[in-house]
């Protein structure tokens, strides 16, 4: 009788916690605990309640962590998205987003869910009146004296490291990052997103900000910047760091993909390009300019928001999209985000969602990439799963794999099912489909 009660006493516990929480324990337990093992969610220019209230469905899609938009004070409250890239404090809230208890409370019930909180971080630059290295008037009263900033006008080389680090990105503020007090006011900000549940950073314009070695070594303009800063932020080591470092001829990419992952924006264009061009060859390795990169060292995305506002991905199709995506989505050691258009529910499509599932099924399991022809990529991880991205007609796949043998069904929105045997996978594919096996 007695473990008779205790039994449903345990059940209506479970009841309890799946009517109170909608299944967030459960949906928790399935994410990975590490951001770069699951994927990532860009709620690009989301409200903080507006994320908040949709953390179940965002987490049953599959996706482990949640970039939002940059948290600190902007100079007005217009919907320009650009206005979140010119902050004038640092301070937790804003008018686009919300205030610092909006986003503490987004980030605990985030943590219900097993989701990560990724704040994009401006600390660069402050927001400019629209005239070159002048502040806008919202900026806070201590940021306004004219030493802290380089003061070396408008940056006309970004082929040049001095020019790149030294001056204005347009006509934003250059803060001289080099010194203390500016590297304290940074430190105390990221602190606070820490303490309000933040559980990692994306820093814009990293590649802006001067370092201490490769490129800038033994430099006039050199500074310890990412040492200190970095070393100051507590609890760095349980969170998920990485750069917007884009490739050109100074970026130093190999000294900031010391300090954390690095934005692989070529490979998002070399994706969207493979796609169009209708060739999935030569996906291979990660492309950063003109070297490849470790995938350890990288976190890919097919478009960000920068592509998206200046046109450069615009006009790439749903279609394209998902297709992309699920080849990053499918990889192994190479973080991934997926950035959520304004207004646009792909990221709740089947494919999506089931490609995230099997990325976070797929855990531990190294990666083993196959062409059976330029239009159709296998990615298999270990001999447990198999992604196929087919952007052609169906075909036929004759396939060497190392899958173990047995019949494996789609879990995506096209019907098919593959034979294994004998070290080798066969079936029929739907034309323009992704195939997610394990």
Not at 142 to 170: D, I, M, P, V
Not at 273 to 297: F, K, R, T
Not at 398 to 424: E, F, P, Q, W
Request: glycine share 8%.
């Amino acid at each position: 009788m007695k473990k008779r009660k205790l039994a449903l006493v345990l059940c209506l516990v479970t009841i309890l916690s799946i009517t109170l929480f909608g299944q967030s324990a459960t949906t928790a337990a399935s994410l990975p605990s590490k951001v770069e093992d699951g994927a990532m969610f860009h709620a690009y220019n989301w409200r903080f309640n507006d994320i908040k209230n949709n953390l179940s469905t965002i987490a049953n899609a599959g996706f482990n962590s949640i970039q939002v938009s940059p948290v600190q004070g902007t100079k007005n409250s217009s919907s320009q998205w650009w206005i979140l890239y010119q902050p004038c404090n640092y301070e937790i809230g804003n008018a686009q987003l919300g205030s610092y208890n909006d986003f503490k409370s987004l980030c605990s019930t985030a943590d219900q869910y097993g989701i990560k909180i990724i704040v994009d971080v401006v600390l660069n630059h402050v927001a400019d009146n629209g005239n070159d290295g002048q502040w806008d008037s919202a900026v806070a009263d201590f940021l306004k004296k004219h030493e802290l900033y380089h003061n070396q006008g408008s940056c006309t080389n970004y082929q040049n490291r001095w020019a790149l680090t030294q001056c204005n990105l347009g006509n934003l503020p250059d803060l001289a990052t080099q010194r203390t007090d500016v590297q304290n006011w940074h430190i105390n900000f990221l602190n606070d997103c820490v303490s309000a549940g933040a559980d990692g950073f994306r820093f814009d314009a990293a590649k802006h900000i001067e370092t201490n070695r490769g490129e800038d070594y033994g430099k006039s303009w050199s500074g310890n910047y990412w040492d200190r800063v970095l070393g100051g932020i507590n609890n760095k080591n349980s969170l998920y760091l990485f750069g917007e470092v884009l490739p050109d001829v100074s970026d130093n990419d190999e000294v900031y993909r010391q300090y954390f992952d690095i934005t692989a924006h070529g490979y998002g264009q070399s994706l969207r390009n493979a796609v169009n061009n209708n060739n999935l060859y030569g996906l291979l390795n990660i492309n950063h300019g003109d070297h490849s990169i470790a995938p350890s060292e990288a976190l890919a995305y097919v478009e960000n928001h920068d592509d998206y506002e200046h046109g450069a991905s615009t006009s790439f199709s749903e279609w394209g999209r998902k297709m992309a995506y699920s080849i990053i989505a499918a990889r192994d050691d190479l973080a991934v985000r997926y950035f959520a258009r304004p207004y646009d529910n792909l990221w709740k499509n089947t494919d999506i969602k089931e490609v995230n599932k099997f990325r976070n099924a797929m855990v531990g399991q190294g990666e083993y990439l196959r062409w059976t022809r330029s239009q159709t990529m296998l990615i298999e991880r270990g001999s447990k799963g198999m992604v196929i991205v087919n952007i052609g007609g169906s075909t036929y796949i004759d396939s060497a794999t190392n899958l173990s043998s047995g019949s494996y069904s789609n879990r995506a929105s096209g019907s098919c099912t593959l034979n294994v045997s004998g070290g080798r996978i066969k079936g029929n594919i739907p034309g323009g489909s992704v195939v997610v096996l394990y």
